[in-house]
């Protein structure tokens, strides 16, 4: 085996690049020309951004159109869904009553007796000449609505079986 000294080592590597560096000083260079192709043919291309829908909404910055809210939302921050006020249950009552009826609202005048939960009972009386009565509602999907009203007989089995009505809301008055 030889051995090479420091210096030598450092002569060789020299040789080396100038061997190396010579080889590429007779390469040509060539140029690139490049030809544009007619329009008709060029590929079409969809700019970023430049993708609205029918409604306006971008997709490629998230956007979808909402039925519902009728605007352009991204449903990763806002829900593309009613949006549900929570009512007071006298004033959700009354204006269930007002539209069944026809009445006017200040004519109107709502008790709530008890409410547990999703459920509630209470009176309404309708003005001096229209007398008034009782009436039972029940929270669904968030909203109230009522399920009974009047003088009349309750159907206690139905409140139970169908609409679920704990008898904290149903005894005494309504199915005793």
């Known amino acids: 085996m030889i051995k090479f000294s420091m210096r030598q080592k450092l002569v060789l590597v020299l040789i080396s690049c100038l061997i190396l560096s010579g080889c590429t ?3 040509k260079k060539e140029s690139i020309m490049v030809t544009p192709t007619p329009s008709s043919e060029a590929p079409k291309e969809q700019l970023a951004g430049n993708d609205e829908d029918e409604h306006g909404c ?16 991204r449903t990763w921050e806002e829900k593309c869904e009613e949006e549900v006020v929570e009512e007071d249950t006298k004033e959700a009552v009354t204006k269930l009553l007002v539209e069944k009826y026809n009445w006017e609202k200040d ?32 929270k669904i999907e968030g909203r109230w609505r009522l399920i ?7 159907d206690c089995q139905n409140l139970r079986n169908e609409h679920q009505f704990p008898d904290e809301i149903l005894k005494p008055g309504f199915c005793d």
Do not use: H, M, R, T
């Not at 009974?148 to 309750?154: I, M, S």
């Open 25 to 27: 000083l007779g390469a």
């Open 148 to 154: 009974w009203d009047g003088n009349g007989a309750v």
């Open 58 to 73: 971008k997709a490629s910055a998230g956007y979808s159109w909402c039925e519902i809210k009728q605007k352009c939302l």
């Open 107 to 138: 004519k109107v005048s709502v008790q709530v007796n008890k409410e547990i939960g999703d459920f509630a009972s209470g009176s309404v009386g309708f003005g001096s000449e229209l007398g008034g009565g009782g009436w039972l509602a029940k």
